[in-house]
Nanobody, 121 residues
C-alpha cells in the first residue's frame, strides 16, 4: 500500500516563500513522473508543475520563474518550492506521483491528501 503525505502548506504574506513536500511511503521500486496541482476557491483543479522521470519539467505560465519542482529519490519525496507568492496562488495543493512498485511493473498513480496554501495581501 503506497501513501502520500503532504506537508509545508500554511499562511504566508505576499512575496513570501513556502516549500511543499510530498513523501511516499510503502514498497516502491522507483518514482516515475510527478506533478503538483492546485484548486483555488470556486475553481477547477489545475496543473502547476510537472516533471517526467527523465527530468523534463513543465510549469503553468502563472508560476514560471517563481515555482520549482524537484525530487529526492532516496527519500521518495517530491518538493514544490514556491517563491514570490501572490494572493492568487491561494489554493489547496495536491501532489501526484506515478511510481513503479517493482522492477518492470506497470506505473501506478497516487495522489496526496492536499495541503492548504493561503497568501495574504
Amino acid at each position: 500500500q503506497v501513501q502520500l503525505v503532504e506537508s509545508g502548506g500554511g499562511l504566508v504574506q505576499a512575496g513570501g516563500s513556502l516549500r511543499l513536500s510530498c513523501a511516499a511511503s510503502g514498497s516502491i521500486f522507483r518514482l516515475n513522473a510527478m506533478g503538483w496541482y492546485r484548486q483555488g476557491p470556486g475553481k477547477q483543479r489545475e496543473l502547476v508543475a510537472a516533471a517526467t522521470s527523465g527530468g523534463t519539467t513543465n510549469y503553468a505560465d502563472s508560476v514560471k520563474g517563481r515555482f520549482t519542482i524537484s525530487r529526492d529519490n532516496a527519500k521518495n519525496t517530491v518538493y514544490l518550492q514556491m517563491n514570490s507568492l501572490k494572493p492568487e496562488d491561494t489554493a489547496v495543493y495536491y501532489c501526484q506521483l506515478v511510481v513503479l512498485l517493482y522492477y518492470n511493473s506497470a506505473p501506478h498513480d497516487y495522489w496526496g491528501q492536499g495541503t492548504q496554501v493561503t497568501v495574504s495581501s
